[in-house]
């Protein structure tokens, strides 16, 4: 009996090793830059090197707080510039501005960034050295929140 406990613990801790457990280090963040290809535009997210605070930009340059815990992140209020850009684009901001307060959970390995929201959607970013043209701007103009 003692001999098929131990093998259930054996295989138990086995299959634990196997799942993907791996806690996200928050302080790998910060500083980093990256882009994600969407319908109509790029979309941008920046994590600032020294405050808990993301820039970027889709059609609108935005900003805002977020706070992360091991593989947990939530994003806080966005702030944004105000211009109008083409349909597609401009579904794809807003899309974009809806998710983001959902985002739950964070994935960083590889140079891909997934963030995760409630209802399981997700966004893949990859990691880039810099942001192209002033997306990687932390001061916006005509900020309106969200």
Known sequence: MK???????????????????TTQNPEMLKGTNFI??????????????VEMRVYGGVVNRYNGGYTADGNNIKFEGFAST???GD???METERE?????????T??????KLTLI???GKE?????????PGNAATTETTEVVAE
């Open 3 to 21: 001999f098929k406990l131990l093998a259930i613990g054996a295989c138990a801790l086995a299959l634990t090793a196997c799942g993907d457990n």
């Open 106 to 111: 964070y994935e960083l390995s590889d140079g």
């Open 117 to 119: 929201a409630s209802d």
């Open 96 to 104: 974009y501005f809806e998710f983001m307060p959902m985002v739950e």
């Open 123 to 131: 966004i893949i970013f990859t990691q880039v050295e810099s942001l």
């Open 36 to 49: 994600s290809a969407q319908p109509g535009v790029d979309i941008t997210l920046s994590f600032d090197p």
């Open 82 to 84: 105000m211009m109008m």
């Open 87 to 89: 349909t597609e684009a």
